[in-house]
């Protein structure tokens, strides 16, 4: 069943994104050269502190950190580690979430770590984040589910990968529903797959958590013995981007995003819903 959720309840949900930006913002800030992928958990603690919230992630099906910081070839869930050492030339996603007074906010972003990286790499970003924005900007009143699939898999489709071939959208692993859990129905794919139908319509109070993984090679990943760390099967880079977004009487408002998604959105000719804490 899809939660559906009123005004009050979003505005709870908009809190909790706020957080989360918070946390986007310091990890960003603290990805350097020669920090750990543990020091970043350590920033993402101090800030959740600060603001009186709750990790979502931390203990979630035994997981042992706050944040999942996922590097290079690595997808998701790559557990923060004092040994694993940041270095020049990296990519790093990183995933993370907070709860206020039990509702959940929840989202993702790719950094690039000091410098020198290729335009295949800042390409690999950028398609995999419009991509989230494409689908953000599907979240339409009256709509199904997988209009918001088919715009982020027409996006990356659409778009020439430098050296020639395709992009791989992860297969086992897509967006959710969120609210009072950080993982509900229903579960959103990143491409179209015409076995599972159209989905549930979009009506206002839905909620999900619209995040492409795009690697620069296969779609397919396995499972380390960490039985957490996602890697693609071929070693190839990846990119993750994630918002969770409220559909509105007004039109989608972009929960994690410090402006609920109005600049981004106007780029695409979508009109953002009021911030309810504004």
Same mark, same amino acid.
């Given at each position: 069943?899809?939660?559906?959720?009123?005004?009050?309840?979003?505005?709870?949900?908009?809190?909790?994104?706020?957080?989360?930006?918070?946390?986007?913002?310091?990890?960003?800030?603290?990805?350097?050269?020669?920090?750990?992928?543990?020091?970043?958990?350590?920033?993402?603690?101090?800030?959740?502190?600060?603001?009186?919230?709750?990790?979502?992630?931390?203990?979630?099906?035994?997981?042992?950190?706050?944040?999942?910081?996922?590097?290079?070839?690595?997808?998701?869930?790559?557990?923060?580690?004092?040994?694993?050492?940041?270095?020049?030339?990296?990519?790093?996603?990183?995933?993370? #979430?907070?709860?206020?007074?039990?509702?959940?906010?929840?989202?993702?972003?790719?950094?690039?770590?000091?410098? #020198?990286?290729?335009?295949?790499?800042?390409?690999?970003?950028?398609?995999?984040?419009?991509?989230?924005?494409?689908?953000?900007?599907?979240?339409?009143?009256?709509?199904?589910?997988?209009?918001?699939?088919?715009?982020?898999?027409?996006?990356?489709?659409?778009?020439?990968?430098?050296?020639?071939?395709?992009?791989?959208?992860?297969?086992?692993?897509? #967006?959710?529903?969120?609210?009072?859990?950080?993982?509900?129905?229903?579960?959103?794919?990143?491409?179209?797959?015409?076995?599972?139908?159209?989905?549930?319509?979009?009506?206002?109070?839905?909620?999900?958590?619209?995040?492409?993984?795009?690697?620069?090679?296969?779609?397919?990943?396995?499972?380390?013995?960490?039985?957490?760390?996602?890697?693609?099967?071929?070693?190839?880079?990846?990119?993750?981007?994630?918002?969770?977004?409220?559909?509105?009487?007004?039109?989608?408002?972009?929960?994690?995003?410090?402006?609920?998604?109005?600049?981004?959105?106007?780029?695409? #000719?979508?009109?953002?819903?009021?911030?309810?804490?504004?």
């Amino acid at each position: 069943m899809v939660q559906i959720k009123n005004p009050e309840q979003i505005a709870k949900m908009r809190e909790a994104g706020l957080v989360v930006a918070a946390i986007h913002a310091a990890t960003r800030e603290a990805a350097v050269p020669g920090a750990t992928t543990k020091d970043l958990d350590q920033v993402a603690r101090k800030v959740l502190a600060e603001h009186d919230a709750k990790p979502n992630f931390l203990g979630y099906g035994g997981f042992p950190a706050t944040i999942c910081t996922s590097v290079n070839e690595v997808v998701v869930h790559g557990i923060p580690s004092d040994d694993v050492v940041l270095k020049d030339g990296d990519v790093i996603s990183i995933d993370c #979430g907070a709860i206020i007074d039990g509702w959940h906010g929840d989202a993702a972003y790719t950094a690039f770590v000091g410098s #020198g990286h290729s335009p295949e790499l800042i390409e690999l970003s950028r398609v995999t984040e419009e991509s989230m924005w494409a689908g953000i900007a599907a979240m339409k009143q009256g709509d199904r589910l997988v209009d918001v699939s088919r715009a982020i898999e027409t996006y990356i489709r659409r778009q020439p990968k430098p050296g020639g071939g395709k992009y791989g959208i992860i297969e086992d692993y897509g #967006g959710h529903g969120i609210g009072t859990e950080m993982h509900m129905d229903p579960h959103l794919l990143n491409y179209v797959d015409r076995r599972r139908g159209k989905g549930p319509k979009l009506v206002p109070g839905f909620c999900l958590a619209i995040e492409p993984m795009v690697s620069l090679g296969t779609p397919r990943t396995e499972v380390l013995s960490d039985e957490w760390t996602v890697i693609t099967t071929d070693g190839t880079w990846s990119s993750h981007w994630e918002h969770s977004v409220a559909l509105t009487e007004q039109g989608p408002l972009v929960l994690t995003s410090p402006d609920g998604g109005k600049a981004k959105l106007a780029e695409l #000719g979508v009109t953002a819903a009021p911030d309810p804490l504004a």
